[in-house]
């Protein structure tokens, strides 16, 4: 059974880069045709999908983050990390990393999500 | 302000059934991007109730349906439970957003 397990420091300050890491257990991240996704979520507040990286190194990225965002795969330890340069304040969020599963050719929705990890911007 | 645009809460006894809606437009649900549904206990990561419009994965109850028809979807809960009692969220596509996926602002269901 596949497990994703979201880490990183809990506080970054403003204008800094976040970087994240999902460790994921039970599968290589390179098997199958699989996206990695990052979502976060602010406090008592609605989802915002970041972006997403294909196992064969294709990406996909939210445009309201203007370039902010690199996602990427670490095959080697099998982990998906996310960079976001430049925060602010809101930035702060719960992050979840998320594997976007192929029910249909090219069609794919969320099926395993890790349980998060909190992120503050604050000086 | 979300893409999608779902009703902030809803509310049903135990035993009733309950919609929620989902409407988006046509760069998104009528482009027409699938729609999938996503349950949130609270303190939890959100879970997969129906993928692909109406279609449930293992291990969710077939008291869970969904529909899309145009612009719109819903999801629908028959026989609440207690335990259903979480916030709901549609998630499609959106062709304008060069197809990044684009969630509603959620439906926090409570089971009187």
């Known amino acids: 059974q596949v497990q994703l397990q979201e880490s990183g420091p809990g506080l970054v300050k403003p204008s800094q880069t976040l970087s994240l890491t999902c460790t994921v257990s039970?599968?290589?991240?390179?098997?199958?045709?699989?996206?990695w996704n990052w979502i976060r979520q602010p406090a008592g507040k609605g989802l915002e999908w970041i972006g997403r990286m294909h196992t064969r190194g294709s990406a996909n990225y939210n445009p309201s983050l203007k370039g902010r965002v690199t996602i990427s795969l670490d095959e080697s330890k099998n982990q998906v990390s996310l960079n976001l340069e430049s925060v602010t304040a809101a930035d702060t969020a719960d992050y979840y990393c998320?594997?976007?599963?192929?029910?249909?050719?090219?069609?794919?929705?969320?099926?395993?999500w890790g349980r998060g990890t909190p992120v503050t911007v604050s000086s | 302000q979300s893409v999608l645009r779902q009703p902030p809460s809803v509310s049903g006894a135990p035993g009733q059934t309950v919609t929620i809606s989902c409407t988006g437009s046509?760069?998104?649900?009528?482009?027409?991007?699938?729609v999938h549904w996503y349950q949130q206990l609270p303190g939890a990561a959100p879970k997969v109730v129906i993928y692909?419009?109406?279609n449930r994965p293992s291990g969710v109850p077939d008291r869970f349906s969904g529909s899309k028809s145009g612009t719109a979807a819903s999801l629908t809960i028959a026989g609440l439970q207690a335990e259903d009692e979480a916030e709901y969220y549609c998630q499609s596509s959106d062709s304008s957003l060069s197809g990044a996926k684009v969630f509603g602002g959620g439906t926090r269901l409570s089971v009187l």
């Open positions: 998320a594997r976007d599963f192929e029910y249909r050719s090219f069609y794919y929705y969320m099926d395993v």
């Open positions: 039970g599968d290589s991240i390179t098997s199958g045709s699989y996206f």
């Open positions: 692909s419009n109406n």
């Open positions: 046509r760069s998104n649900i009528g482009a027409p991007y699938d």
